[in-house]
């Protein structure tokens, strides 16, 4: 089991930008592929973001191509999520996970694939 804690959350005007990290501890991260999820209020949890390994393949739902990117240190032991042109919708609880390793897109994006899950950091765009 990897342990997963999330921070940079926070309150941002539509427009803005925020980088959440997600450090991880207990096991070698980089045997882990990463992924970033949301949910917001009254809806299922959602893929936002995945990485594999090393980095070699990346992954995001629709809804944030051109906006977010997902990025990974594996000597920080630590995932990246970098948001920009945030708008209201992105508002939600974002939460990094840990899976086995994939370099499949429908790996990454699949939230039953993954098996240890951080406490999440609330993001919040105002309009």
């Known amino acids: 089991q990897v342990q997963l804690v999330e921070s940079g959350g926070g309150l941002v005007q539509t427009g803005g930008s925020l980088r959440l990290s997600c450090a991880a501890s207990?096991?070698?991260?980089?045997?882990?592929?990463m992924g970033w999820f949301r949910q917001a209020p009254g809806k299922e949890r959602e893929f936002v973001a995945g990485?594999?390994?090393?980095?070699?393949?990346?992954a995001y739902a629709d809804s944030v191509k051109g906006r977010f990117t997902i990025s990974r240190d594996n000597a920080k032991n630590t995932v990246f999520l970098q948001m920009n042109s945030l708008k209201p919708e992105d508002t939600a609880v974002y939460y990094c996970?840990?899976?086995?390793?994939?370099?499949?897109?429908?790996?990454?994006?699949?939230?039953?694939?993954?098996?240890?899950w951080g406490q999440g950091t609330q993001v919040t765009v105002s309009s």
């Open positions: 996970a840990a899976r086995s390793p994939t370099t499949l897109i429908m790996g990454l994006m699949n939230a039953r694939s993954y098996a240890d």
């Open positions: 207990g096991r070698t991260f980089s045997n882990y592929a």
């Open positions: 990485i594999s390994l090393y980095g070699g393949t990346t």
